[in-house]
């Protein structure tokens, strides 16, 4: 009983000490330690960069010739009556232009800016047999509107996501891949493969393969301007959703087809080199 009686007067005296040490912890000062600085990182809040373009410009609802961000490109650079581009698009074109022409090659704008409205009529005429695709009604030949929606995918974009509506993206002198295979179609586009990219542009329809295996078939003819058009895609995949695509017959299958995923997206991992458009748009401003 004695033991017993020591033991439990051990353990008492052992707690009081214990809850005495904790009250005079919890009263005493905290010390927080010194922070060390790590060069390049800051502990500060970085605020949320704001998008440059509405969801509005993004989707092709625009109206270029009241725009002030736009420009009328000049008639003898272009094959058809009126096209527009973004300012800072048309002037690195206007550079690109006059390095070819030093060089014996003649760029022509067959199609720039493309709103809403203009790319519907193109895709509707394909979706409603008006106008024939590789000599077929896709309406009557292609009854599925999954399967149709993807035979005009081949070629033709959705509209509210044609980089068309971006000002940004031009068709040049012929929308048939097989002219630039030969003749003076192979020259232009040797040309521009050695040297559009020094001016910001990019093929980004590039033949299909394991490094762009999804989108939209090669088209030799559509340069992009990167130092725009790159942040408008990184935008465009942030603020518009598949679901988001409508107004338009067929726009029930783009949540089916994933649009943005595998077509928006669905571009040459050569032009999508961010930082680098970023260069090209410092050495030609």
Not at 70 to 97: C, G, H
Not at 118 to 132: F, P
Request: aromatic share 10%; with cysteine; glycine share 8%.
């Amino acid at each position: 009983m004695k033991d017993f009686k020591t033991i439990l007067f051990g353990n008492l005296v052992a707690t009081c000490i214990t809850l005495a040490l904790t009250a005079m912890a919890c009263n005493a000062e905290v010390q927080t330690p010194p922070t060390i600085p790590v060069p390049g990182i800051t502990r500060e809040p970085q605020p949320i960069p704001l998008p440059r373009y509405t969801i509005e410009e993004l989707m092709g609802k625009i109206v270029p010739a009241s725009d002030s961000s736009f420009v009328p490109v000049p008639k003898n650079m272009i094959t058809k009556d009126q096209i527009f581009l973004r300012r800072e698009a048309y002037s690195a074109f206007q550079k690109m232009d006059s390095a070819a022409k030093a060089e014996g090659v003649i760029l022509r704008i067959v199609s720039g800016t493309r709103t809403f409205g203009e790319q519907k009529g193109i895709w509707e005429a394909k979706w409603n047999g008006d106008k024939l695709v590789e000599g077929k009604n896709l309406k009557s030949e292609i009854p599925d509107p999954p399967g149709r929606a993807k035979k005009i995918l081949q070629y033709s974009s959705m509209p509210g996501t044609s980089r068309h509506h971006w000002g940004t993206d031009i068709d040049l002198n012929n929308l048939n891949n097989s002219w630039f295979e030969s003749g003076q179609g192979k020259i232009l586009y040797d040309w521009l493969r050695d040297n559009a990219i020094r001016f910001g542009f990019c093929q980004v329809y590039s033949a299909k393969d394991r490094s762009r295996p999804e989108g939209y078939e090669e088209e030799k003819w559509h340069w992009s301007y990167l130092p725009l058009a790159n942040q408008m895609l990184v935008e465009y995949k942030l603020m518009v959703t598949d679901e988001e695509i409508s107004g338009f017959q067929g726009s029930e299958t783009a949540v089916q087809l994933k649009i943005v995923k595998n077509y928006v997206s669905g571009i040459n991992p050569a032009c999508g080199d961010e930082q680098k458009s970023d260069e090209q748009e410092k050495n030609h401003k």
